[in-house]
């Protein structure tokens, strides 16, 4: 009985470190999954409200796009476009898009854009899901005469 008491309580002390390291969640840990370098993978659209998602196939040059977020809470994405003057070839577009980003105390991810660099969002969504980095996007399309929302889906690539 003396021999089996150690190992019960290493046993039971082991149990309530797992119960506590299961159940308190890190509030740091989407923020340091989230720094990085993601590339965009996929881009939907949906034209209008209660419309579904249709996919917005991208060139070989746009999945060149990448997303880079830093520690600092910055963000800077850089695109790429086909230029068919020189037979195709990918260029990097001059302008970047700039932000910051900010973890709020329930977790939600906030992107704020320099409004210099885009439209005027109406709703701005980022999660992490699946591994994959998901922003969507809705502004009022002037031109349709309704909202618009994208979804843009990018794979990290360094971090």
């Known amino acids: 009985m003396k021999r089996l008491l150690p190992v019960c309580i290493l046993l039971f002390a082991g149990f309530v470190l ?3 390291s299961c159940k308190r969640s890190d509030p740091d840990a989407s923020s340091i999954l989230l720094i990085g370098k993601w590339k965009l993978k996929q ?3 949906s034209e209008g409200k209660n419309m579904g998602f249709e996919e917005f196939p991208l060139s070989f040059c746009e999945k060149m796009t990448t997303l880079e977020i830093a520690i600092d809470g910055s ?3 850089k695109s790429y476009y086909e230029d068919f003057g020189t037979g195709g070839e990918c260029l990097k577009d001059t302008e970047e898009t700039l932000g910051n980003w ?3 105390p329930d977790g939600t991810i ?3 854009y320099n409004q210099k660099s885009v439209l005027l ?3 701005s969504d980022v999660v992490l899901k699946n591994g994959h980095l998901v ?3 809705a502004y009022d399309d002037p031109d349709l005469g309704h909202e618009t929302t994208l979804q843009f889906i990018y794979t990290k690539v360094e971090g």
């Open 102 to 104: 900010k973890k709020e």
């Open 110 to 112: 906030n992107f704020i």
């Open 135 to 137: 922003i969507t996007i």
């Open 43 to 45: 881009q939907f659209s």
């Open 121 to 123: 969002f109406t709703k």
């Open 18 to 20: 797992m119960i506590f």
């Open 75 to 77: 963000f800077v994405e």
